[in-house]
């Protein structure tokens, strides 16, 4: 089994402090301070390179910051099983042969372990999770035969199939048609209803007003967080 961080619910469920990550010298978040608490629904808003990517690895815990600290639940983020990230869709191989079922199943392997095998109540976490994203008809289905929405609503599966506290969504909704962005920013209301933390990277400032509870500007720097 994986280890599982403790978690102290007096905590914010995200406190970053004076984060700086540099690569090569040059700075890519430099002095950020925020924190969140649960059920929140924020958009990081900011142009390409501004560091969107950064902060959310450093989240998840698979990034080291140059200084400064990520506090999850009031412990560090390595170990957090409550913590998903949602990669941009361009950085996933949609030829491997692997089912949709299959990758939802991949949101337990924290549970179960490398070498842990699927039970019928891991079974059952992912059949329900593909029902809350309407998705239970296209369990078996190739993954390169999803269209963009189907993409993230499969992302979003794995997700609760991992029990996931908090979302770390990096640009869902770019390059999907309208009615596949409306639909995935309800399934994100549906997410706020289980209190489940919601960040999404995005570039729309009028978009993330509308449908998120704060906003974060960020460009290298935290310009601005808060209310629309």
């Given at each position: 089994?994986?280890?599982?961080?403790?978690?102290?619910?007096?905590?914010?469920?995200?406190?970053?402090?004076?984060?700086?990550?540099?690569?090569?010298?040059?700075?890519?978040?430099?002095?950020?301070?925020?924190?969140?608490?649960?059920?929140?629904?924020?958009?990081?808003?900011?142009?390409?390179?501004?560091?969107?990517?950064?902060?959310?690895?450093?989240?998840?815990?698979?990034?080291?910051?140059?200084?400064?600290?990520?506090?999850?639940?009031?412990?560090?983020?390595?170990?957090?099983?409550?913590?998903?990230?949602?990669?941009?869709?361009?950085?996933?191989?949609?030829?491997?042969?692997?089912?949709?079922?299959?990758?939802?199943?991949?949101?337990?392997?924290?549970?179960?372990?490398?070498?842990?095998?699927?039970?019928?109540?891991?079974w059952d976490f992912v059949h329900?999770?593909?029902?809350?994203?309407?998705?239970?008809?296209?369990?078996?289905?190739?993954?390169?035969?999803?269209?963009?929405?189907?993409?993230?609503?499969?992302?979003?599966?794995?997700?609760?199939?991992?029990?996931?506290?908090?979302?770390?969504?990096?640009?869902?909704?770019?390059?999907?048609?309208?009615?596949?962005?409306?639909?995935?920013?309800?399934?994100?209301?549906?997410?706020?209803?289980?209190?489940?933390?919601?960040?999404?990277?995005?570039?729309?400032?009028?978009?993330?007003?509308?449908?998120?509870?704060?906003?974060?500007?960020?460009?290298?720097?935290?310009?601005?967080?808060?209310?629309?």
């Amino acid at each position: 089994m994986y280890p599982h961080t403790h978690h102290q619910p007096d905590q914010p469920i995200l406190d970053i402090q004076r984060l700086s990550v540099r690569y090569e010298g040059r700075g890519a978040l430099e002095n950020i301070s925020f924190h969140l608490h649960a059920g929140e629904r924020v958009a990081v808003v900011g142009p390409n390179g501004a560091g969107k990517s950064t902060l959310f690895k450093v989240v998840a815990g698979v990034l080291t910051p140059t200084d400064g600290e990520v506090r999850v639940y009031g412990s560090g983020p390595g170990g957090h099983v409550c913590i998903a990230y949602l990669p941009q869709r361009s950085n996933v191989d949609w030829r491997f042969p692997v089912s949709v079922a299959d990758v939802v199943m991949m949101g337990r392997i924290a549970k179960l372990g490398w070498l842990g095998w699927p039970k019928k109540r891991d079974w059952d976490f992912v059949h329900t999770a593909l029902e809350t994203v309407g998705m239970a008809d296209l369990a078996k289905r190739q993954i390169g035969e999803l269209s963009g929405g189907q993409q993230q609503r499969m992302f979003i599966a794995r997700a609760l199939a991992q029990e996931a506290e908090l979302m770390l969504m990096d640009e869902p909704l770019t390059g999907l048609d309208t009615p596949s962005q409306e639909g995935l920013l309800a399934l994100l209301g549906d997410l706020q209803q289980r209190r489940v933390t919601v960040m999404v990277a995005t570039h729309d400032l009028e978009q993330a007003a509308r449908y998120f509870d704060r906003i974060l500007l960020l460009n290298h720097s935290l310009i601005a967080f808060g209310s629309a």
